[in-house]
């Protein structure tokens, strides 16, 4: 089968070794993205799931360990739920401390704003892959672009006459290298925003989440119920649970 000479194939076998490595270099930010956007997605599946959990099967349970059980492992819901558990403890049981100038709801607080800081910045992993191969991969085009352009015009010098065999393949050079840089681009952009909402939508969730717990270890009970359903299951004991 005759291979195209303007297609990939012959754009890797004609190109000099700028040309290679733009082309390496855009395929590398590709995967990159691909697998933090992969990556994110699931993670943010699983959250979901987690979510859920602690919105209900969380509150249906009758003592704290119980509860913090139904959230699982691994994810930031299960973190809070064991920090504001350990504030609680700690803030009882360790007397005479420094931190006892503060308030347990204050003390609580702390805790809980700490462990949802972490979990915030953990969601935030690879965001920062995925803002610079979006902003830079059409530059990173450009280049070979312009490149291309480059080739051509040495052709044409070189040849003494602008005929279409002389310049069409450093010109399909180009395009291609520009088609490259906006299909890496556009997907890490749109992988972005997605993550971005999707990232706003658990923190939001999270914090949430620490008030409801806030106000069970100060006051005992859930701070608001979803129904009135809900009401029954809000008096999951803090002190108990300890």
């Known amino acids: 089968m005759e291979v195209s000479p303007y297609g990939l194939q012959s754009l890797w076998d004609q190109g000099d070794i700028i040309t290679r490595g733009v082309a390496v270099l855009l395929v590398a930010m590709s995967i990159a993205s691909w697998y933090v956007i992969l990556t994110k997605a699931i993670q943010l599946l699983r959250l979901s799931r987690a979510a859920s959990a602690a919105g209900h099967a969380f509150w249906d349970t009758t003592s704290l360990p119980e509860g913090v059980a139904t959230l699982g492992r691994d994810n930031p819901y299960a973190e809070v739920a064991k920090a504001g558990v350990s504030a609680m403890s700690h803030h009882t049981t ?6 006892d ?33 979006g902003s830079t991969a059409p530059f990173v085009g450009l280049f070979g672009t312009v490149w291309g352009i480059y080739h051509a015009l040495v052709a044409i010098g070189t040849s ?17 290298m520009t088609a490259l840089g906006l299909a890496v681009a556009i997907p890490a952009t749109f992988g972005y925003n997605a993550l ?32 009135k359903s809900d009401k029954k299951n809000t008096t999951l004991t803090a002190v108990g649970g300890l």
Do not use: C, Y
Not at 94 to 99: I, P
Not at 207 to 217: I, P, Q, S, V
């Open 101 to 133: 100038q503060l308030s347990v709801s204050d003390w609580i607080t702390l805790s809980l704003r700490q462990a949802i800081d972490e979990a915030s910045a953990k969601l935030q992993t690879g965001m920062a892959i995925l803002a610079s191969v």
């Open 160 to 176: 003494g006459q602008a005929s279409i065999d002389k310049v069409a393949g450093p010109v399909g050079e180009s395009l291609i």
């Open 94 to 99: 360790h007397k005479g401390h420094l931190h």
């Open 196 to 227: 971005v909402r999707g990232n706003k939508s658990t923190i939001a969730k999270l914090n949430k989440f620490g008030f409801d717990l806030h106000a069970l270890f100060v006051t005992g009970s859930r701070a608001l119920a979803d129904d």
